[in-house]
């Protein structure tokens, strides 16, 4: 009798063990090869809402700031509407997302970086709404009750600075220059004098959005993609070409660099639609010839850009083409036929002046840029 | 009474058993499918028992080659007083020979991994040998052409002679092609700070590789490297070293790009790639010179 319960209960015990191990194993959302150690979590706090970055620092991060993302989330809230309903959005994100840190990816809160970006500091100092920050920062603080949690606010030139030593491998660090273009400016910059404390600064007034926006001015009710093309190119030859002229000259980028990066939605969208292959690479390497063809491509044959098409030419590997497929559809979400040509015209016009023809430069194209500013802040946190 | 309790628990203890080992069973399907879902379909070589079939299919491979190679030795045949295509072919009909007297052996247990080397090696030298011909014979059905075009002219009859005879010259020197030459792919691991070979995927540190390129002809010509690890997929350091080309099958992915200054040069050039993980089975190293591959070579970890 004695011996029959104790099998009962070792039989329940393991059966138990085994019924609930199982579904742990397969819901574990950090892929199995990653060290949960190396884990850490940055929470930028920007414009248009709040992003998760989790990155893994690898063992010689210290050395070589070397970074994995890992996932990359964001929650759109607008934040510089400055509204009591985008600041409750903004830190119900931010909450959401802390969470989803601490507890998704079990990273403690010591390893949870939480920064409010260049932009809303920029709006909220021009609008006179600094106390708006500090009313999300201490509603955060009462809410994950952490009393002490700080959360950071950054400058332009401090973000332009992380994003090139979060992006750019050290190797590369000191003749590489960085660009980033957005939808309403373009930025970025280099290490001009071998450290890296100080940064080159390059900017321009024009991004994708300002072009597109000054191009549908000029199209009238010819709407066409040839009259739109026509006009885009007007554009460009205009004030963004005297800009771009003179701050290229002015950056001396030319001369002090081999390798140039170009970061920003654009980037990733020209890096997926024109290298599907490297579908898994957060960089791409890219030529200036191929990019002019690409823009032709883009212009006359926009239907081989559909996600069916691209991936109609990718042989094998099934687990690819389904990322491929999304990520595409995702470019189409992002950019329309227009916008892409904008992008691409603001892009061909600012890689031509790196162009060389007795010295090659090396062009590249930066998928995951806007991690990077997080990911350098968070390496230079944890290895100061 | 006490006795019906304690049954009632055991059946259902039992039942929680067989409902969390189908649970099990289906965790563990599907972690094995995924993670089988994407390597490639090789031959299987058994160690021990009964294997007549993979002997058939090494068999069945090795007549294909045969056959390929037969096609390409006509092709080749114009110029099969070259040094390095008569080296090449000796070598090859030495691995026939070889590969033949292995798959007679019709013992159960005799160990066919050998031949299949052989037969990869051989599969090998036949690309090669197809790659460097193709070139010539290309050339030489322009040659014809042009040589029938100009016969066809009275006029200019008697310089067709002058002008074969210069075109065939250059033709010699420019379609030489390059090619990949004294090729090594090993991996290595630290030994008290010194790095050491080895030849088991549990120690590798590191994938390191050399050649040289024979008659390359443009300055800062671009030499592509792909190494390829056992599941088909190519190997790289960091994502800014590795990139796309062309080729005629389609876009390739490469491991690294190097460059040969000069003309003629023939300094060794070496490599080295970091993977995460190193896998066992074979590590290709292919290297590609204006879309064209001019030299593979393998390495086995265990």
Redesign the interface.
């Known amino acids: 009798?004695h011996k029959?319960?104790t099998?009962?209960l070792f039989?329940?015990i393991?059966?138990?063990l085994?019924?609930f191990t199982?579904?742990t194993?397969?819901q574990n959302s950090i892929p199995a090869?990653i060290k949960k150690a190396n884990l850490y979590a940055g929470i930028d706090v920007g414009s248009k809402g709040v992003k998760l970055s989790i990155i893994e620092l690898k063992k010689n991060a210290a050395a070589t700031g070397v970074f994995t993302a890992i996932k990359d989330s964001s929650v759109n809230t607008d934040f510089i509407s400055f509204t009591p309903a985008t600041f409750s959005a903004t830190l119900k994100g931010l909450i959401g997302v802390y969470n989803l840190a601490l507890k998704n990816y079990e990273i403690n809160s010591s390893k949870i970086f939480v920064v409010v970006s260049s932009g809303v500091k920029g709006q909220a100092e021009k609008e006179n709404k600094n106390s708006w920050i500090k009313n999300l920062a201490d509603s955060f603080r009462l809410i994950i009750n952490e009393p002490g949690k700080a959360v950071s606010v950054i400058d332009g030139m401090e973000e332009a600075r992380l994003s090139h030593l979060g992006i750019v491998?050290k190797e590369?660090r000191y003749n590489t220059f960085l660009i980033d273009i957005g939808s309403g400016n373009t930025k970025g910059g280099y290490f001009k004098n071998g450290n890296t404390k100080t940064l080159k600064l390059f900017l321009l007034t024009w991004g994708t959005k300002t072009i597109s926006n000054a191009t549908e001015k000029r199209v009238e009710n010819d709407k066409s993609i040839p009259n739109y093309n026509k006009q885009m190119n007007r554009v460009l030859a205009g004030e963004p070409d005297e800009e771009i002229v003179y701050a290229v000259n002015e950056s001396g980028a030319y001369n002090m660099n081999d390798n140039f990066a170009f970061s920003g939605g654009i980037a990733w969208a020209v890096a997926t639609l024109l290298?599907p292959?490297?579908i898994e690479?957060?960089?791409?390497?890219f030529s200036y010839d191929e990019l002019v063809k690409f823009s032709e491509r883009l212009m006359n044959n926009y239907q081989s850009l559909s996600a069916e098409n691209i991936v109609g030419?990718i042989?094998?590997?099934?687990?690819i083409k389904e990322t491929i497929t999304s990520e595409v559809q995702r470019v189409h979400k992002v950019f329309d036929q227009k916008s892409l040509m904008a992008g691409i015209g603001l892009l061909i016009k600012i890689v031509r002046q790196f162009e060389g023809t007795m010295e090659?430069k090396n062009f590249?194209l930066v998928k995951n840029g806007q991690v990077g500013w997080i990911s350098a802040y968070v390496n230079q946190s944890v290895n100061p | 009474m006490?006795?019906n309790n304690?049954?009632s628990?055991?059946y259902?203890?039992?039942f929680?058993?067989v409902?969390?080992?189908v649970?099990?069973a289906i965790?563990g399907y599907?972690l094995y499918f995924k993670s089988n879902?994407?390597s490639n379909k090789t031959i299987i070589i058994s160690s021990s028992g009964d294997n007549r079939s993979v002997r058939d299919s090494l068999q069945h491979v090795y007549n294909s080659t045969l056959k390929k190679m037969d096609d390409n030795v006509q092709l080749a045949g114009v110029s099969l007083e070259n040094n390095t295509a008569q080296t090449m072919l000796a070598e090859m009909d030495r691995l026939k020979q070889e590969i033949a007297a292995l798959l007679k052996d019709q013992r159960p247990d005799a160990d066919l991994s050998i031949a299949k080397e052989k037969i990869d090696l051989l599969q090998q030298k036949l690309e090669i040998l197809q790659d460097r011909y193709t070139n010539i014979n290309t050339e030489n059905k322009r040659l014809q052409q042009l040589i029938n075009q100009l016969m066809a002219s009275d006029k200019n009859a008697g310089t067709v002679s002058s002008i074969k005879a210069e075109k065939e010259k250059n033709s010699a020197d420019k379609n030489v092609p390059a090619r990949a030459a004294g090729m090594h792919l090993y991996a290595t691991m630290l030994n008290n700070a010194a790095e050491e070979e080895t030849s088991t995927s549990e120690n590798a540190e590191k994938i390191v590789g050399s050649f040289y390129i024979k008659n390359i002809q443009d300055a800062?010509a671009e030499i592509l490297v792909v190494v390829l690890q056992p599941d088909?997929k190519v190997v790289s350091n960091?994502?800014?070293e590795?990139?796309?080309f062309n080729t005629a099958e389609?876009?390739k992915?490469y491991s690294r790009k190097i460059y040969v200054e000069e003309p003629g040069d023939e300094k060794p050039l070496n490599f080295s790639l970091t993977p995460?993980?190193f896998l066992k089975g074979d590590y290709t190293l292919q290297v590609w010179y204006n879309g064209t591959l001019i030299g593979k070579t393998t390495r086995k970890l265990s």
Do not use: H
Not at chain 1, 281 to 285: D, F, G, I, K, T
């Open positions: 009798m029959t319960s099998l009962s039989i329940v393991c059966s138990f085994v019924l199982a579904p194993l397969a090869k491998p590369r290298y292959e490297l690479n957060s960089v791409v390497p030419t042989k094998g590997n099934t687990e090659k590249y | 006490r006795k304690y049954d628990l055991l259902i203890s039992i929680i058993l409902l969390s080992s649970m099990l965790a599907q879902s994407n800062k088909g960091s994502a800014w590795t990139g796309t389609g876009k992915i995460d993980r």
